[in-house]
DNA sequence: TTGTAAGCGTTATCAC
DNA sequence: GTGATAACGCTTACAA
């Protein structure tokens, strides 16, 4: 047996130093000070830490201490745009307060998205970020998430009545609306995502808030699609374009169902925004390089990731029972080029005085 | 104090039916049958153990086993839809193999790399993908590195010889240069990431092999840029514009370089493909939907995530001696539309025969 | 100012 | 077939 090669641990390093693991123990948890350890050993230990590149070892320190340091984000498809950008966010401010972050990718099916959570509550995380699957009756996770603070984002989930933090779906889509309407548009399709879903669901009520309070009427056939594909997207507005009332203007309620609607569009020939107008959620990098250059509803995703992680630590520090909070970021327009004026500035110069 | 409502545990379990810690443990693990546990005890376990909704602690269990099934993945960028993609692949992956990922963005910034790194080993990772900063002299993580099974991606570490999986870099610049050239280029420049960087370099060495090839010269002012974001191509692309020999075709060394080129081109009122044409790397959703549809070189994200997760299990399980396999995977072309034809088809119809 | 020892929840070794 | 019991590497009363 070869004694020299031990691996680095606490132990072996108080061993080496003919210390006890306590007084180690002590130093490298920043305890020196409270437990008045003198300078010299501190130093000693410090040293030798860095010395040999001592990484002190969380598995055990977590079990004693009953905390981890790690959090889990489950979201339901990392390589959306919207939700990578968010993944980024959280992970960043996460590792800024000292955690780790565990990331899963429901694939938008609930089944995975209730394991993803067991695996992460097995390694005892302080705490869930959740973007649920969120197809209604979808309570699978149910008794696991009172078991440990977790915070819903983007999609709320009614039955379940968690904090939460997402953007204001149904006022974005009323801004889509309004700024629609205001450019002479009256007859306004939506390519919706998963019905069913909290964030599609919203933005299809502010849609009809929106049509209403323009005494618009909002028929249901005006409303396409399921699911947050590019294929959806595409099928979704090849309908639109044959019906024989066709719209002036499409809402699509998700940045893949925009990439759709842009691709169905090409197909058929037809232009836009000369015959067709495109207002889309969720802003995107390339959204300033299609053609036209996309007008769309924009998510404070920053914000989004930063009030998430806030929101949940402050729930792993305090008291879990107070009433869950639930916070709504306001969403903006931003203009681009794929949305045409029907009715021009009223056209007061054609029309004489009597 | 209250007994009743103590935390389901393997122990509280082992309490409630009359039996040792050791039975439970044995049969939970899956080992019933090798210890000859009784079947009717097995039985009565199970049903408990289901019931109370226990998830056995896999915080002790790891201390115990010194295994987390838990893997690392540090990225540079999680919001870049690379290696979004990648990360998806790879959590999937895991997933199905039984293991949690914990993720880190490193920002393109070596010490937050060492940083992250550094965080995952503490909590005893039993491996770690990579795909590093790598910029030169970033031996940062060495140290760590070395600890634990860790396996590289994208972007290799010529200094350190570690396994490591990527796509054939060089191959498919070279690829794009033949199909430039084949369509009648002779002066075409290339949009650079972070120079120094293995993809990036490596790329570079594709053109200037590709040039070479074709008898072309390939002086340094044709490559321009550096860094891998929006802006930097943006700048990139002015630069080459306004050189007084322009080039009839720019290479962009990543997507968002792409997006860059593809915004400065608009500001500058250049028509793509009709007066310049664009080759870029990685392919992406929106590609087809720009104006024209881009033609790219494409990365097998899928094969990339499924090798590099295999040849680190591989390397977790068996020994990390062995020489470190290298696997290099090939891309491909995929023509759309952003490239014009310069010679076209010999003009045999023009030319009556003699 | 430092050491001793119990314990975090699990698994493995040895008994019976 | 099952039960004691000693680890795993760390923290923290309680002693000294």
Redesign the interface.
């Known amino acids: 047996m070869q004694s020299g090669t031990a691996p680095p641990s606490l132990k072996s390093l108080a061993a080496a130093l003919g210390l006890s693991t306590a007084t180690v123990s002590r130093v490298l948890s920043g305890q020196g000070e409270r437990y008045r350890i003198s300078r010299v050993t501190r130093d000693r230990i410090l040293a030798q830490a860095h010395g040999s590149?001592l990484?002190?070892?969380?598995?055990?320190r977590?079990?004693r201490l009953r905390r981890?340091l790690?959090l889990g984000?489950v979201i339901p498809?990392?390589?959306n745009?919207f939700f990578?950008?968010l993944?980024?966010q959280i992970?960043?401010h996460a590792?800024h307060r000292g955690y780790?972050?565990?990331?899963?990718?429901s694939?938008e099916d609930a089944a995975?998205e209730a394991?993803?959570v067991?695996?992460?509550?097995?390694?005892?995380v302080d705490g869930l970020i959740l973007a649920p699957v969120g197809t209604p009756g979808t309570g699978a996770a149910l008794?696991?998430l009172r078991q440990r603070p977790c915070v819903l984002v983007d999609r709320l989930l009614p039955e379940h009545s968690l904090p939460a933090v997402s953007s204001d779906h149904r006022q974005g889509a009323v801004l889509a609306v309004r700024h629609l309407v205001e450019r002479g548009h009256r007859r306004i399709a939506c390519v919706q995502g998963s019905p069913g879903t909290f964030a599609n669901d919203e933005r299809i009520a502010g849609w009809r808030s929106g049509m209403q309070a323009a005494a618009l009427a909002c028929p249901d056939w005006l409303i396409r699609g399921s699911g947050y594909s590019?294929e959806a997207g595409v099928a979704a507005a090849h309908e639109l374009l044959q019906l024989p009332q066709r719209p002036s203007a499409v809402l699509a309620l998700g940045n893949?169902l925009a990439?759709g609607v842009?691709?169905a569009v090409?197909e058929a020939g037809v232009l836009i925004p000369d015959e067709l107008s495109l207002v889309a959620f969720d802003d995107?990098?390339?959204a300033?390089?299609?053609?036209p250059p996309l007008t769309i509803i924009e998510q404070p995703i920053e914000e989004l990731g930063r009030q998430v992680l806030e929101l949940l630590l402050e729930r792993i520090a305090g008291p879990m029972n107070d009433p869950p909070e639930r916070r709504i970021l306001p969403a903006r327009l931003i203009e681009r080029g794929s949305v045409r004026s029907l009715a021009p500035i009223p056209p007061a110069s054609c029309n004489p005085s009597p």
Chains 1, 2 share one sequence.
Not at 100 to 105: E, Q
Request: glycine share 2%.
């Open positions: 590149g990484v002190v070892d969380q598995l055990a977590s079990l981890t790690t984000l498809d990392i390589s745009p990578a950008q993944a980024r992970e960043r590792r780790a972050v565990f990331i899963a990718d694939e995975v394991q993803a067991t695996l992460m509550l097995s390694r005892q008794h696991a590019i893949l990439l842009l691709r090409r995107q990098l390339w300033t390089v299609t053609s």
